[in-house]
């Protein structure tokens, strides 16, 4: 009887290694196809990447890809000795947790942060900047509504991302950057005009200071990434640094700050930002009338809610003149960067995935993301 438990046993656990080993096997044939798509489009990425994605609040994916060629590891080292920093950070292997510039994918996490104001009543998507900021009143600006801050419709002229970074960089404090830009000239009316930019989002940062009675750092580290255990995620070491265009995270920080988004708000059944709110923040806001002044190239067809780039287009209306416009919920939505990394969710299959990477002169078109999206997409 005893041999043949014995027997019964280990056939038991033969079976039970095969399906693991058949189940993994499995997995990794699933996603071939992904596999192939960063290994083919690596060099246009900068030699460095890492894609995960995540499903049913499980991560399925997790692969690192790392083959900088010569050109890569010269200019790299050469970027890092002109800003007098450490070679190898600038040229070692990516990983989950490695840490990066993430682009304008920052604007989501300092969405995300308005929204937790919102939702303790500290100020409405409705209210004028000028309620918070006297100085913006007395230079005319003063009636620029929160909600066209979190759209870059703010109306007022900014020069390009890359033309005005060096003058913002040299700027320490909000009181400083609202006495900058208060004599900068208004091109429309608020609402009316899309350009794409770091004022709307740097005047949001001056009133969250100042109704949250603390710096920018340590109300998002409080409200984001500590309750989302967001080790490698800031803003920098700048006192008052550009929330619209110079974060810093790493492939694992971001997906899980994708997980609460899809999550609609929950992030492992504790709530950071209330579904309505999260729901509102994949709305259109560009309405019919609103004219596209600046923006990258492809994201000119594309929607834009609070800080989310809504990729599938839904239509926006206003229900009444001047009004925040409207439009269904994006099931789409995502934030490629021009120089690195292209976080997305796709509502309709319930996942969210990040490729994460750094290239200056990066070569990839958002068709090539799409690609991308589209063989993941097949796997659900």
Not at 23 to 28: I, L, M, T
Not at 152 to 170: D, H
Request: charge should be positive.
């Amino acid at each position: 009887m005893s041999a043949l438990f014995n027997k019964l046993r280990l056939f038991v656990s033969l079976s039970f290694v095969f399906l693991l080993f058949f189940q993994s096997v499995s997995a990794q044939d699933k996603f071939k196809r992904v596999t192939g798509w960063v290994e083919q489009h690596l060099n246009a990425l900068g030699g460095r990447a890492v894609l995960i994605i995540l499903k049913d609040s499980q991560i399925v994916y997790n692969q690192s890809f790392n083959k900088m060629s010569k050109r890569q590891i010269t200019a790299a080292q050469t970027k890092a000795r002109l800003k007098n920093l450490d070679e190898s950070n600038f040229t070692q292997d990516y990983t989950p947790d490695t840490q990066a510039e993430i682009d304008g994918a920052g604007k989501w996490l300092t969405a995300a942060l308005a929204m937790t104001f919102v939702q303790e009543n500290k100020f409405r998507l409705s209210d004028t900047v000028g309620k918070f900021l006297p100085i913006m009143s007395t230079y005319g600006k003063g009636h620029i509504r929160i909600w066209h801050c979190l759209t870059n419709t703010t109306g007022i002229k900014e020069g390009g991302i890359r033309e005005s970074l060096p003058a913002f960089q040299k700027i320490q404090s909000a009181k400083e950057y609202l006495e900058f830009i208060s004599e900068y000239p208004m091109e429309a009316e608020p609402g009316k005009i899309f350009r794409y930019g770091n004022i709307g989002w740097q005047i949001l940062a001056a009133i969250m200071e100042q109704v949250g009675e603390k710096d920018i750092h340590t109300l998002f580290k409080e409200r984001i990434s500590e309750p989302l255990q967001m080790t490698q995620t800031d803003f920098g070491s700048k006192p008052f640094p550009l929330l619209g265009s110079q974060a810093f995270s790493s492939p694992m920080d971001y997906i899980q700050f994708l997980q609460m988004i899809l999550q609609e708000g929950r992030y492992k059944e504790k709530r950071i930002i209330s579904k309505a709110l999260i729901n509102e923040m994949q709305k259109n806001k560009i309405g019919k009338d609103c004219i596209i002044a600046g923006s990258p190239d492809e994201e000119r067809i594309w929607g834009y809610g609070f800080g989310e780039w809504l990729i599938d287009q839904p239509l926006a209306t206003s229900p009444r003149k001047d009004a925040m416009p409207e439009s269904p919920r994006s099931q789409f939505i995502g934030y490629p960067g021009i120089s690195g990394s292209f976080p997305w969710i796709n509502y309709q299959k319930k996942y969210a995935a990040i490729l994460f990477f750094t290239s200056p002169d990066n070569k990839e078109s958002f068709r090539s993301y799409q690609d991308l999206k589209e063989i993941v997409d097949s796997v659900f």
